[in-house]
């Protein structure tokens, strides 16, 4: 009895000293464009509160279908940007949630059917007006942004892609709903295509087996699949100008599970080239410079090495005795963040 009594006190102690996991922030903007309240959501990257690189700034990735993805997207970017190598940045989530999916992610009106539709347009302007101006108010953004949709909210980042000034550096357009009003947007990059300069845009297109396993596959499956092959066989055809453009089919997973994967192929296929060899690095210092004019040329945008990261490779330096690299590694922190005081103290 007496055991348990001292097992039921244990227990309450530590359930009653038990905290919450915050992964993200819940956010409210009222838009004059929309006439609505908008929630979002927005995850920090693990270094945002470090008080050692308060100036970092971060690239930023805008989410459609927000309520659904924030979670694993978060999860993912925080796992593919941690360590000693790296495959993204460290990065800004912002989470878009839906009030009515169908309005805004369409294009184009379409008056035969029976919800509402065509808003696109005004959606992106209440999300380059109103909501990519009140994230730059409010945190240390890096003016690199990413676009991620899927199904229609494939087609609008595809319908974004294609504008003549494009509001978004790079997109991953996952198994976007082509098959939209006769297939519109594939269309508007035949008319377009040899014309436009895609310089500075990445795309990834992610593509399911639409068809699957079906024996008699739906008049919808069959449009959707064939307005998906109509644009890829476009972009690898013609070779937009100046376009990164790369595209993966998933035979193994349909349209809605293609999700998961092809998030994390997306993040890595357009920051490709960004891992660093961090035992190289340590011993030849001067490999840095070179891989980020690399990638930036790639992406066409600057970017620089993130100062915790850099950090952490000067401390690695360090622990294996290239003391004199690590002093110039972290001359080179101090010179992507000149008013950094603790790098300024660091190597004294």
């Known amino acids: 009895m007496r055991n348990l009594i001292i097992y039921t006190f244990c227990l309450f102690s530590m359930l009653s000293h038990a905290q919450n996991i915050e992964i993200g922030q819940v956010k409210t903007l009222q838009s004059t464009i929309l006439n609505e309240a908008r929630d979002y959501w927005v995850y920090l990257p693990e270094n945002y509160n470090n008080?050692?690189?308060?100036?970092q700034e971060y690239p930023v990735i805008y989410l459609l279908d927000g309520e659904k993805y924030f979670h694993v997207t978060s999860g993912m970017v925080k796992n593919l940007s941690n360590g000693y190598y790296p495959l993204i940045p460290e990065c800004i989530v912002v989470a878009i949630k839906n009030t009515n999916r169908s309005r805004d992610l369409t294009p184009t009106p379409v008056d035969s059917l029976s919800y509402q539709n065509g808003g696109a347009d005004i959606f992106e302007t209440f999300i380059t007006n109103e909501l990519?101006?009140?994230?730059?108010?409010n945190y240390?953004?890096?003016?690199?942004?990413i676009l991620i949709g899927h199904s229609f909210g494939g087609l609008f980042a595809i319908n974004s892609f294609l504008k003549e000034t494009p509001q978004f550096n790079a997109y991953i357009a996952i198994d976007?709903?082509?098959?939209?009003?006769?297939?519109?947007?594939v269309k508007k990059l035949k008319n377009s295509i040899t014309t436009t300069d895609f310089k500075g845009r990445t795309l990834f297109f992610a593509n399911a087996n639409s068809i699957g396993n079906q024996k008699t596959p739906s008049q919808q499956h069959e449009a959707h699949f064939t307005a998906k092959k109509n644009m890829i066989a476009l972009l690898e055809a013609t070779v937009p100008k100046n376009l990164n453009f790369h595209t993966k089919y998933y035979k193994n997973e349909d349209h809605g599970s293609v999700v998961l994967p092809s998030l994390i192929d997306g993040l890595r296929s357009i920051f490709k080239g960004y891992r660093i060899n961090v035992k190289e690095l340590i011993k030849t210092p001067s490999l840095l410079e070179q891989h980020y004019l690399d990638l930036s040329e790639k992406l066409g945008f600057t970017f620089k090495p993130q100062g915790p990261y850099l950090d952490r490779v000067v401390e690695l330096a360090i622990k294996r005795g290239e003391n004199e690299n690590a002093i110039i590694l972290n001359t080179i922190n101090k010179k992507i963040d000149p008013d950094n005081v603790y790098l300024k103290n660091k190597m004294n």
């Open 132 to 137: 990519i101006p009140e994230i730059t108010k």
């Open 140 to 145: 240390n953004t890096l003016d690199y942004k």
């Open 176 to 185: 976007p709903s082509l098959w939209w009003d006769n297939e519109v947007l």
């Open 51 to 55: 008080t050692n690189f308060k100036n």
